[in-house]
């Protein structure tokens, strides 16, 4: 009976995206950029073919790490103050339902969208990479598979970081404003800033602090998760190889991520007065 709420919630949020034509718009715009660099990103070398698997699946985490929080952002931004100002949150709240079964069936439903679009874009480029090219399904689905979940998990850690700041702010031009704020000094800035470090050769940085300024950043362990499950062959040269966590330490890593900010949002709601 206590997931039967959740479920319900769910449910609406599901709908209430597809009715936006969400699911679509972003699922094409995920399709479109992940067959573009796997069939035509090439082209700038002066030939038309697949990369080799290690490059191609630095090339899609690399989509991902900008396209896929900034999704989440938008789908979640408006999820509490954008009914609070439409008075159906308060309604929402007279009803026999916990705060909390609130949130989790917001949550679910937002993950449920992004999760369908994730594997079937990605899962989409995988089949057509298989067809036209013979690569064997024992060399893409594992790599593909890790791709999936950890994509799935960034998208759920910003998802909640819209819920955080959705549930602070007065309105929602202002919810939107922060975090594409956010958006751009996590994603863009503060990951420039660790790409260059690590690849300069005139800056001496620890190798402790760079792993710590990895874990600092969820879009850095999803990026660093898929340089280790796909490293390039010439490891000497590889930013994989300046990367010391191994792959269950990682996805720990992200889990955390998602797990703190549902804490921190779980807090944020059952404290707020409406």
């Known amino acids: 009976m206590m997931f039967t709420p959740i479920l319900t ?32 990103g090439s082209v700038v070398t002066g ?58 069936g917001k949550f679910v439903g937002h993950i449920t969208v992004l999760a369908c679009t994730i594997v079937f874009s990605f899962g989409l480029t995988a089949a057509l990479i298989h067809v036209f090219t013979g690569t064997e399904l024992s060399l893409l689905l594992p790599l593909f598979c890790h791709l999936v979940f950890s994509s799935i998990l960034l998208s759920m850690c910003f998802v909640l970081v819209g819920y955080v700041v959705s549930l602070q702010v007065a309105e929602k031009a202002k919810a939107i404003a922060i975090l594409l704020f956010i958006w751009v000094a996590v994603v863009l800035v503060y990951d420039l800033i660790l790409l260059t470090l690590m690849v300069a050769e005139t800056v001496e940085l620890s190798s402790q602090l760079l792993q710590v300024m990895i874990l600092l950043n969820p879009s850095d362990i999803f990026r660093a998760l898929m340089l280790v499950a796909a490293p390039q062959q010439d490891t ?29 949002s779980q807090s944020l709601f059952h404290r707020k007065i409406f």
């Open 236 to 264: 000497s040269s590889s930013l994989s190889s300046l990367v010391q966590f191994p792959l269950s330490n990682l996805y720990i890593a992200l889990t955390i991520w998602v797990g703190v900010m549902m804490l921190i």
């Open 47 to 104: 030939e038309l073919a697949v990369p080799v698997l290690p490059m191609l699946m630095a090339s899609l985490s690399s989509i991902g790490v900008f396209i896929l929080p900034l999704t989440a952002i938008l789908l979640s931004y408006d999820s509490f103050i954008g009914e609070e100002e439409s008075g159906t949150l308060l309604l929402l709240l007279s009803y026999p339902l916990s705060r909390s079964q609130i949130l989790l």
């Open 9 to 40: 919630i769910a449910s609406k949020e599901i709908k209430d995206n597809f009715r936006n034509r969400w699911v679509v718009f972003i699922g094409l715009i995920l399709t479109s950029l992940s067959l573009i660099i796997s069939f035509s």
